[in-house]
């Protein structure tokens, strides 16, 4: 049986600004204050795990240690089976130092070729508390890649990614609309579900 989530903050271990905005976004309606890693002067560890759902567990786990209090972590990345599943948890490396995802988005591109351009995004939620009680959410959406990228809405590989259903990128369609059918918008709502329902 997952646990109730009956706290007030909830620290999320991440320094991507679109996650925290995305993902406060989502927890506004449960009166919960999600706190930043970066803004808490907290340190990025090193996703060493092989999988999303231990990359999550991980920086929830650090953050957890370090502050005390619950920590939500998010470990999302593209995953296109026509390149064995590249970029997958490395989907932020593949931007490099500078975290430059035109780059990212080039690469794929380029990697891609003539093959199949379907894709998914996936994204694992590790929800932790200072006892060591875990929870761990895993949401999808698949879709495929366009070449150019198009629109400058959302962040990362979003300019690329068409979800299955939709004309328009990640990059294109308005937030809100994003915020409903992305892969972070469906593990969340397995999230609170479990924990906040």
């Known amino acids: 049986m997952a ?5 007030t903050k909830l620290v999320i271990a991440s320094h991507n600004q679109g996650k925290l905005v995305e993902i406060g976004a989502l927890l506004a309606p449960y009166r919960v204050e999600a706190l930043g890693a970066a803004a808490l002067g907290l340190p990025e560890p090193e996703e060493t795990e092989p999988t999303f759902e231990g990359n999550a567990a991980l920086k929830a786990r650090a ?5 005390g209090l619950p920590a939500l972590a998010d470990d999302s990345g593209l995953v296109v089976p026509a390149l064995d ?13 500078d975290r430059d995802f ?7 591109h380029d990697e891609l070729g003539d093959r199949d351009r379907g894709a998914a995004f996936v994204s694992v939620l590790s929800l932790i508390w ?10 999808e959406v698949h879709g495929t890649l366009s070449w150019p990228p198009r629109g400058t809405n959302g962040f990362g590989y979003d300019p690329l990614f068409i979800p299955e259903g939709y004309s328009q990128t990640f990059g294109e369609l308005p937030h809100e609309v994003k915020y409903a059918i992305d892969h972070r918008a469906r593990a969340f709502q397995k999230l609170v579900a479990s924990c906040f329902g």
């Open 3 to 7: 646990r109730k989530f009956d706290g």
């Open 63 to 67: 953050t957890v240690a370090a502050t």
């Open 102 to 108: 035109l780059v990212a988005m080039r690469r794929v």
């Open 85 to 97: 599943g590249a970029p997958g948890i490395y989907s932020a490396r593949w931007a490099g130092p």
């Open 130 to 139: 200072p006892d060591g009680h875990e929870e761990a959410f895993r949401g």
